[in-house]
């Protein structure tokens, strides 16, 4: 029996279940249940399930056209544990551990295609010339009423009248809310999950959730995904909705994700505070491969709605200190956290890609010392930046062709994944929707 698993029974009852969980190439957790007593061989075993379950789109349907080699006749692989991912379920109705798996290939290497593995690999490189990234995950999501169509902001649980406006910072609608949000905090410590603040953000029963900053990259983009699970589990439990989608109601502000990110050497020393040139060249990086990078910021057609000409949300590459409508801020800081925090993904974007595509942005600027170009100044507007994609098919052909992202990413991955993302696009456009009707059934 493996030490994680002794210190997990001496530490919580026995699970009558296991849900094991794997994060596909959206960011969506999918997986399945095993009996308790199966613990110890997940552990040993791993579980055989199909490697399409890593490229499906967010309705978990596969696309035809993925089924080409290597994945013709859609075969199973063994995904495997990975170590320090076992956590207790507080909110299952049974004693219940979940634990993560990672995709493998037959020799028990890492599967080239998993997003897991495209990260790890850019870590290694960074690693490789003296760079080790540290980062912190903010996410913002959506509390809303599942009876209603379409869902709209919750009214407070305490039954009095909702405010109107987006009551930014308030603390009301915390107290609002404060039975879910003593149930966040309580799983986040269950499941040691680094929450630090929860608050009301831009949005009628928006709020934002953050994550103590870690070195430790990839377990911290996990825990991100981990605590998203726990929301929507809790919030279901309280016959709530949380939404995480970039763009939930058309009359609110957009749910995003950001990630700050400092660098240090193999001293811990912050490089970005040692030489600011490091600094302005890791945003020079991101800004010249920002254009290609959108389509792993912004998986969906939904994302792409947060993307408006007015709004905090960014609709064009710039960068400034302390400016909250530039795509990459520098925000006040301290030298020992000096940072840049990058604007752009959605909340709905998978954190492993997320991750990747700014660390590599911003190696690739470190090592070859890109002038970020003009800096919009604080309390000034934005400099205009260079044009992204705000438009899904548009971010697609760009990642797609990126032959940035071919190297950082590794060429298999991005054949499978734009192959599959090209397909979702093309099923969704073909869609008649009820804006089709009511825009064109009667008037043309």
Known sequence: MSDEIKSYLANHTAPQSIDVLIADANGILRG??????????????????????????????????????PLVGDPDINYKVIE?????????????????????????????????????????????????????????????????TPPEPITPENGWPAFEGPQVYALEPLRDVQDFLDDVKEVAAAQDIPLTSVLCEYGDSQFEMNLNHSSEVTAHARDFMLLKHAIKNIAESNGQLAS?????????????CHI???LLDDKGRNIFAEDEK????????????????MAACAPFANSYRRYKKAGWSPNSGNWGRNHRLVSLRIPISGEKDKRVEHRIA????????????????????VKNNIDPGPESMEGQEPEEGIAIPTRWREALLAFSNSEFFKDYFGEEFMEIYCRAKFAEEENFHMEVSDRDHGWCLRTV
Not at 346 to 357: E, H, I, M, S, T
Request: aromatic content about 6%; charged content about 15%.
């Open 260 to 262: 700050h990110v400092s």
């Open 278 to 293: 490091n600094l302005l060249a890791g945003i020079g990086g991101l800004m010249q491969t920002m254009s290609e990078s």
């Open 346 to 365: 959605g909340a709905d974007v998978n954190p492993y890609l997320l991750c990747a595509a700014v660390l590599a942005g911003i190696h690739h600027g």
């Open 244 to 256: 995480f989608m970039a763009q939930p109601l058309s009359t609110s502000g957009g749910s995003g």
């Open 84 to 148: 320090g991912s076992l956590r207790p379920v507080p909110w299952a109705k049974v004693p219940t551990a979940q634990v993560f798996l990672r995709a493998t290939n037959s020799d028990g290497s890492h599967l080239t295609m998993d997003p897991l593995t495209v990260l790890e690999k850019i870590i290694e490189r960074m690693n490789k010339d003296g760079m080790y990234p540290t980062i912190a995950l903010e996410g913002e999501f959506y509390l809303l009423n599942p009876a209603t």
């Open 32 to 69: 399945k249940q095993f009996p308790g007593d199966q613990l110890e061989s997940l552990f040993k075993k791993g579980a055989n399930l199909p490697i399409s379950l890593m490229f499906g789109d967010s309705r978990g349907s596969t696309p035809a056209e993925l089924l080409v080699p």
